[in-house]
Nanobody, 127 residues
Framework: QVQLLDSGGGSVQAGESLRLSCAASGDSINYDCMAWFRQAPGKAREWVAQTLVGGDRTYYMDSVKERFTISQDSAKNTVYLQMNSLRPEDTALYYC????????????????????WGRGTQVTVSS
C-alpha cells in the first residue's frame, strides 16, 4: 500500500508561481508512474503531468507544457509540480496519483489507470 500526501496549493495572482508536493509513504514507488490531475468545479478531472519515478520520462498536457515542470526527489520519495505563469484557468483542485508498475514509460492520461490518490490541494488563480 502507498499513501500520498499532496500539498502546496494556495491563492495567487495571475502570472505568479506555486510548487505542489506529493509525498509518498508505505511501499517503494520506484518505477511507478506519478501524475498530477486537476479538477475544476463542474468539469471532468484532467491529467496534467506525469513522471516515471526513478526515471527521466515526463509528459505534460499541452496547455501547461511551457509553464509547469514535474520533478522528483527520490531521497524524499516526493514528486513536485512547479507551476509558473499561472492563469485563472489553472484554478482547480490538484491531486497526485500513483500507477503501480510503470516501467514501460508510456503516457497514462486517464484517471482510471491510477491506483492511489492524494486528497487534493486547492489552487486558485485570480486575474
Amino acid at each position: 500500500q502507498v499513501q500520498l500526501l499532496d500539498s502546496g496549493g494556495g491563492s495567487v495572482q495571475a502570472g505568479e508561481s506555486l510548487r505542489l508536493s506529493c509525498a509518498a509513504s508505505g511501499d517503494s514507488i520506484n518505477y511507478d508512474c506519478m501524475a498530477w490531475f486537476r479538477q475544476a468545479p463542474g468539469k471532468a478531472r484532467e491529467w496534467v503531468a506525469q513522471t516515471l519515478v526513478g526515471g527521466d520520462r515526463t509528459y505534460y498536457m499541452d496547455s501547461v507544457k511551457e509553464r509547469f515542470t514535474i520533478s522528483q526527489d527520490s531521497a524524499k520519495n516526493t514528486v513536485y509540480l512547479q507551476m509558473n505563469s499561472l492563469r485563472p484557468e489553472d484554478t482547480a483542485l490538484y491531486y497526485c496519483a500513483l500507477r503501480r508498475g510503470c516501467r514501460d514509460g508510456n503516457r497514462y492520461p486517464s484517471y482510471s489507470w491510477y491506483h492511489f490518490w492524494g486528497r487534493g490541494t486547492q489552487v486558485t488563480v485570480s486575474s
